[in-house]
Nanobody, 125 residues
Framework: QVQLVESGGGSVQAGGSLRLSCAAS?????????MGWYRQAPGKQRELVAS???????NYAEFVKGRFAISRDNDKNTVYLQMNSLKPEDTAVYYC??????????????????WGQGTQVTVSS
C-alpha cells in the first residue's frame, strides 16, 4: 500500500512563507512519476497548484507563478512546495498527489494516482 505523508502546513501572515513536504513510501520498492500539489478552499473545487516530473519539468498554476516553487528529491521520493509571498486567498487544504507504481511478488503494479491526507495552510491579512 502506497502512502503519501505530508508536513509543513500552518498559519502565517500575508507576505510570509511556508514549505510543504510530501514523502511517498510503501512496503516495497516504488517508482514515482509525476508528483504535484493541489489545494481546496472551502466551497471550492480542488485545483492544481504545481507539478513536477521525475526529470524535473515543472508546471505551475497562473495564480502561483513567481511566488511558489516546486522541487523533488527522487532518492527520497519526496516533493516540496516552497510558498513565498503568501496571500489570504492561498488559504486552503493542500494535498499531495503522486503517480506511483510498486513492485511485488507479482511484478510491477500499474501506475496509479495516490493522494496525501491534506495539510491546512492559513494566511491571515
Amino acid at each position: 500500500q502506497v502512502q503519501l505523508v505530508e508536513s509543513g502546513g500552518g498559519s502565517v501572515q500575508a507576505g510570509g512563507s511556508l514549505r510543504l513536504s510530501c514523502a511517498a513510501s510503501a512496503g516495497s520498492i516504488i517508482s514515482v512519476n509525476v508528483m504535484g500539489w493541489y489545494r481546496q478552499a472551502p466551497g471550492k473545487q480542488r485545483e492544481l497548484v504545481a507539478s513536477v516530473t521525475r526529470g524535473g519539468t515543472s508546471n505551475y498554476a497562473e495564480f502561483v507563478k513567481g511566488r511558489f516553487a516546486i522541487s523533488r528529491d527522487n532518492d527520497k521520493n519526496t516533493v516540496y512546495l516552497q510558498m513565498n509571498s503568501l496571500k489570504p486567498e492561498d488559504t486552503a487544504v493542500y494535498y499531495c498527489n503522486a503517480d506511483v507504481k510498486y513492485f511485488s511478488a507479482r511484478g510491477w503494479s500499474p501506475n496509479r494516482a495516490y493522494w496525501g491526507q491534506g495539510t491546512q495552510v492559513t494566511v491571515s491579512s
